[in-house]
């Protein structure tokens, strides 16, 4: 078992490159999520999914996209790669602890993507 | 949006001691979680605590939803338990920005 993974771990592009990042998790879980995380703050969410086939805007989504095709993968797409875009990226996916009760999820995180745009 | 309030910012202590984080959220919800992220980066599920109190070892924690605070208490702190603790709230899972423990040996 092993929960969530991020490939890869590191990646350095130039501007304007065009760049996939995938999760997996293996815990069949509906929900699936991608945050950044940028230096001395915590994360803030780009894109969400509550299941396959479905995906939703987070709190910054601007010059991302994400497709959830399959349950248990997640892409998150950077088109036209900016130095905005330089930061760590996580991923984690969650149950639902209560079914029929709004929020009770509880996550699990992937190890992150660390890139660098210059 | 919820708003999410984590203090102190910054906490050094000395091995054994004991500490207490607080999170403050700005409106009730359904869903609360504390995260440590370790010095490596690693991203570790506490507590899902909504509300009441629940114990894992050294650590508890409380939330008092109607009051719209958690508190997350270490015991006998180790320096393993060095990093940054995370609360994040709500359905949308809105972080708070951290509060960085450094355990001193």
């Known amino acids: 078992n092993a929960g969530v993974t991020q490939t890869p771990k590191f990646r350095v592009l130039k501007t304007g490159q065009s760049m996939t990042l995938l999760c997996a998790q293996d815990?069949?879980?509906?929900?699936m999520y991608w945050y950044r995380q940028d230096p001395g703050m915590g994360l803030r969410l780009i894109h969400y999914?509550?299941?396959?086939?479905?995906?939703a805007k987070g709190e910054v989504p601007d010059g991302y996209n994400v497709s959830r095709l399959k349950k248990q993968n997640f892409l998150l797409g950077l088109e036209s790669a900016a130095p905005s875009q330089t930061s760590v990226y996580f991923c984690?996916?969650?149950?639902?602890?209560?079914?029929?009760?709004?929020?009770?999820?509880?996550?699990?995180f992937g190890p992150g993507t660390r890139l660098t745009v210059t | 949006g919820i708003q999410v309030e984590q203090s102190p910012p910054d906490l050094i202590l000395q091995e054994g001691a004991n500490s207490t984080l607080r999170c403050n959220f700005s409106?009730?919800?359904?869903?609360l979680q504390w995260f440590h992220q370790n010095p490596w980066g690693q991203l570790i599920n506490l507590f899902y605590?909504?509300?009441g109190t629940k114990q894992n070892g050294r650590l508890s924690a409380t939330t008092v939803a109607t009051e719209r605070y958690s508190l997350l208490y270490i015991s006998s702190s180790q320096t393993t338990d060095s990093g940054v603790y995370f609360c994040?709230?709500?359905?949308?899972?809105?972080f708070g920005k951290g509060t960085r423990l450094h355990i001193l040996p």
């Open positions: 984690a996916s969650s149950y639902s602890i209560a079914p029929g009760l709004a929020g009770s999820y509880e996550q699990y």
């Open positions: 815990m069949n879980h509906e929900y």
């Open positions: 999914s509550v299941g396959e086939g479905t995906t």
């Open positions: 409106d009730s919800v359904n869903n």
């Open positions: 605590i909504p509300s």
């Open positions: 994040a709230v709500d359905d949308k899972i809105i």
